[in-house]
């Protein structure tokens, strides 16, 4: 019998031992999120601009620009997720704007030196970015601005010598993942679960890119 049906084996048997009203007490507690993640290659070659339906203005944003996002409830930022958001404007990493009309309708964050985890981190090459933390104001999406965002921020970092990006997406999420394949990325055979237990959070990586997951502490900048 092969080592891992016998782990299956005695993984089943511990959980058989753990009585019916405890096993639905603690599933119901804990929240199991899987991520798909997609590469965008070659961005340092000519990419084509990406469209949407209504004209957006792209840019990097700054410290002023993450006060405008934090005090536009329709953004979806709770004061909670400052020091997150506050990380982007650290080191080489970048806050990603989208204006329609002057209004923020877009914005995204760069990760350029390791993709920030619950427990650790996905490690970077110095020519590899991490598109993390999208949102589109409610009224503007179905409208191509993700893919057009997407393809804004490889065309602008493959200008200054970066070879390739990452961006992960919740497998459940069809139009996010509509929206990457449009701006041209991959599929890559890699996916981790994001594991929500208790207020204990702690991510689990599987597949080829497992070993660019550390379990080590990174710094936030």
């Not at 899987?34 to 000519?46: G, H, L």
Request: aromatic share 12%; with cysteine; charged share 25%.
């Amino acid at each position: 019998m092969k080592k891992m049906q016998v782990l299956q084996r005695c993984k089943k048997l511990m959980v058989n031992m753990i009585p019916a009203g405890w096993r639905r007490w603690i599933t119901k507690r804990i929240q199991r999120e899987r991520r798909e993640i997609w590469i965008f290659d070659s961005v340092n070659e000519p990419l084509e601009r990406l469209e949407s339906a209504v004209p957006v203005e792209f840019g990097f944003g700054d410290r002023e620009t993450l006060e405008e996002v934090l005090a536009d409830q329709d953004l979806g930022i709770s004061e909670k997720w400052l020091p997150y958001y506050s990380a982007l404007l650290c080191g080489k990493n970048r806050l990603f704007v989208g204006r329609h009309n002057g209004q923020i309708v877009f914005y995204g964050g760069v990760m350029c030196e390791h993709r920030s985890l619950p427990r650790g981190a996905f490690l970077l090459e110095s020519d590899e970015f991490y598109i993390v933390a999208c949102f589109t104001r409610a009224g503007y999406r179905g409208r191509g601005i993700y893919p057009a965002a997407l393809r804004d921020i490889c065309r602008r970092l493959g200008a200054e010598g970066y070879r390739r990006g990452y961006v992960d997406v919740a497998t459940y999420n069809a139009p996010s993942i509509r929206g990457i394949a449009k701006a041209g990325a991959k599929r890559s055979d890699s996916d981790y679960q994001q594991i929500h237990f208790f207020g204990y959070e702690m991510s689990v990586p599987q597949g080829p890119l497992r070993p660019r997951f550390s379990r080590a502490a990174c710094p936030s900048s």
